[in-house]
């Protein structure tokens, strides 16, 4: 069975610096993986996936996420947090579940803080 | 906003009722997940219909139940609630139900059983 898993709760990040968010996941076969973001009563909004081809995926609001096979990780990246960017981020795996399905899995999450 | 809608947004009860969560995907997708969200789960996978058949269940009870009507919105049916069903239900759609399609999630419904 699939599984993902976030290994920080809580990621604390001045305004202006880099933050990674980190995500290591764990399939059969090849992996399909997402990154989700909630905002505080809002549903999860898609950020960016990867499927195939280059490691580094970009996404949106100036995200991206690097995918590393060996290490079997997905971490989220963006060069410069903004105070915006404080929300609840989600790794997700999607792997096939049998009968022709593929299911998502969701990580924890990690509550992100960019303080000004 | 994602395209997909939830009704209704809040939704208190009392434990041994029965509630319907309805859900109206995007424009042109045919899948459906139903998702439950708590603090001491996490973000859970109930179930999928595809272009309305069941295509995949996930950790759903058997007091749960669901369906995708021919319009393609979809209803998640919960009976005999008791006080840990409390919890957001989120509903998502895609345009298929491949392992690469994007899931948008809906706004959520949040169900408080008392």
């Known amino acids: 069975a699939q599984s993902v898993a976030q290994p920080e709760d809580q990621v604390n990040v001045a305004e202006g610096n880099p933050l990674t968010v980190k995500c290591t996941y764990s399939?059969?076969?090849?992996?399909?993986l997402f990154w989700y973001v909630q905002y505080p009563n809002r549903g999860l909004q898609f950020l960016l996936k990867?499927?195939?081809?280059?490691?580094l995926v970009k996404g949106s609001y100036g995200f991206e996420a690097e995918f590393n096979k060996s290490q079997t990780s997905f971490h989220l990246k963006k060069p410069s947090a903004l105070v915006s960017d404080s929300a609840l981020y989600f790794c997700?795996?999607?792997?096939?579940?049998?009968?022709?399905?593929?299911?998502?899995?969701f990580g924890k999450g990690t509550k992100l803080s960019v303080i000004p | 906003d994602s395209g997909v809608t939830q009704t209704p947004k809040h939704l208190i009860t009392a434990t041994g009722q029965r509630v319907t969560l309805r859900c109206s995907p995007r424009?042109?997708?045919?899948?459906v997940y139903w998702y439950q969200q708590s603090l001491d789960q996490g973000l859970q996978f109930l179930i999928q219909?595809?272009?309305?058949?069941?295509?995949a269940k996930g950790n759903i009870l058997e007091r749960f139940s669901a369906q995708q009507f021919p319009d393609l919105h979809s209803e998640l049916n919960l009976s005999s609630l008791e006080l840990g069903d409390s919890a957001l239900y989120f509903c998502?759609?895609?345009?298929?139900?491949?392992?690469?399609?994007?899931?948008?999630f809906g706004p959520g419904t949040r169900l408080t059983v008392l």
């Open positions: 990867y499927i195939t081809g280059d490691n």
């Open positions: 219909y595809y272009n309305g058949e069941e295509r």
């Open positions: 998502a759609s895609s345009v298929g139900g491949g392992r690469g399609d994007t899931q948008y």
């Open positions: 424009s042109g997708d045919l899948s």
């Open positions: 399939v059969s076969g090849n992996p399909y």
């Open positions: 997700a795996v999607r792997a096939f579940s049998g009968a022709g399905s593929y299911q998502l899995t």
